[in-house]
């Protein structure tokens, strides 16, 4: 930028407030770290009272870059706050804009905005880019609970499937009733992507319905295991004896499809659904069948129990295996796996496991963190969107640890070509889309060089 004078710095300050050039923008924020303190102080006046929305921008750039902004950052930033308070319409221009940093100094300060504002803004984030942004909005989102209610309903209406996914995670966490009718009318419209589907009912496994539950039972012959999954947990948060007798159908029909069902039930630990089910042989047969031959131990060891528990010891006797009787005894690969949702946890799990890939499990990136710095697995699988630490950030850092030689798979729901370049700044080896398969986690994992089954 051939800025040789400050007036020719100012003059082309106010150029860039007028185009709204972004690239200039940058360059011209850059060289405010070589100004004197006298001409520093000089630019932000011109800057105070400039009421162009572009001013948003410009006085983001320099609080996003503490050594240009120096002991001025206070001054920046009470002018950010103002320029926002007259454009929050800007929040757009940062929120869209290619650098994350941008981005987040425009979340940061959507607290000083009004009330309605700002919900508006943060339903914004949900659509934004950075997966860091999209993460904080969330949590912020289901802080604000009933006062958010009206625009996440309102987001269930439009047909953006990543939109509706990150609706359905803060409706969830949200835990009000009041969202039932929605997702409810969302499942009745059968969205495309099964990835909506499986968030529409893990997000009703933590609602109480105190009615129309039974609908529950149709996810469980969903073409998707994860969404048959889903809903099994759901049904047996909301467990009610009339789900007995549309189960039963539903067993009765074809083989393939009740142990389909059988094995969802099972590896939701949908524990009285079960139970019920036990003495009814078109469950209990391809349920223990399953168990037997291609559960995870740790969920065997769990119906070993709760089968002689309930007064079934035959059952439990018939799961009983020997050390070595489930795979082999040679070393296995370990996978660190980490994601946000427990039930997905299970899901890694199970499909690790049929796959000759042992596994640790995190819910929280830090703790993964911890863990990856004391031993190296052989590979690191890991979600995009999870909170404080997202899947880039999570890249980044054990790229730092390990460098180049730790493979990094990173499974999201995200279908932007730019997530996808951003994953591979970050480091990430290889993506794999959800809903996966078992055989398609056992591709992915061969192709970074994984020895599985």
Request: charged share 20%.
């Amino acid at each position: 930028m051939p800025t040789t004078t400050l007036q020719d710095y100012i003059d082309e300050l106010h150029q860039i407030c007028v185009s709204g050039d972004l690239i200039k923008a940058n360059l011209l924020m850059g060289c405010f770290a070589g100004l004197s303190a006298d001409d520093r102080q000089e630019v932000l006046l011109h800057l105070a009272a400039c009421r162009d929305r572009f001013a948003v921008v410009l006085l983001a750039r320099l609080l996003t870059a503490p050594a240009a902004a120096g002991s001025s950052s206070e001054t920046v930033r009470r002018l950010l706050a103002e320029r926002l308070q007259e454009h929050p319409e800007a929040i757009a221009d940062l929120l869209d804009c290619p650098q994350a940093d941008l981005a987040l100094a425009a979340f940061d300060e959507l607290a000083g905005l009004p009330q309605e504002t700002a919900l508006a803004a943060l339903n914004r984030c949900l659509s934004c880019r950075h997966a860091a942004v999209r993460s904080r909005a969330k949590e912020k989102l289901a802080e604000a609970g009933s006062q958010a209610l009206p625009h996440l309903l309102a987001n269930l209406e439009q047909d953006n499937a990543d939109l509706l996914i990150h609706s359905l995670n803060v409706l969830g966490q949200m835990s009000d009733p009041a969202a039932l009718p929605a997702i409810r009318n969302l499942l009745r419209r059968g969205p495309a992507s099964p990835n909506v589907r499986f968030a529409a009912y893990e997000a009703l496994g933590l609602l109480p319905m105190a009615s129309g539950s039974y609908r529950l039972a149709e996810g469980l012959e969903d073409e998707s295991a994860h969404v048959r999954i889903a809903a099994a947990q759901a049904i047996e948060h909301n467990w009610d004896e009339v789900f007995l007798t549309g189960l039963k159908n539903m067993l009765t029909g074809e083989p393939e499809n009740g142990a389909a069902i059988a094995e969802a039930l099972l590896a939701a630990r949908a524990d009285r659904a079960v139970l019920s089910l036990l003495a009814f042989a078109p469950f209990r047969d391809p349920a223990v069948a399953w168990l037997a031959d291609k559960a995870h131990p740790d969920l065997v060891g769990h119906y070993q129990a709760l089968f002689q528990k309930a007064g079934h010891p035959e059952l439990a006797a018939a799961l009983a295996v020997t050390p070595g009787d489930r795979g082999s005894q040679e070393t296995r690969p370990l996978a660190v796996v980490v994601d946000d949702s427990p039930m997905l946890l299970g899901i890694y799990k199970n499909a690790l496991f049929g796959l000759g890939v042992d596994s640790l499990l995190f819910e929280q990136p830090a703790t993964a963190l911890g863990e990856l710095g004391q031993r190296r697995p052989d590979v690191l699988v890991t979600d995009l969107n999870m909170p404080d630490i997202d899947g880039f950030e999570l890249s980044r850092r054990v790229r730092q640890l390990y460098g180049k030689e730790l493979p990094i798979l990173m499974v999201t729901t995200q279908s932007e070509a730019f997530q996808h370049a951003e994953a591979q700044a970050a480091g990430v080896s290889g993506l794999l889309a959800k809903p996966f398969t078992p055989q398609q986690l056992g591709e992915a994992l061969r192709a970074l060089g994984i020895m599985v089954k």
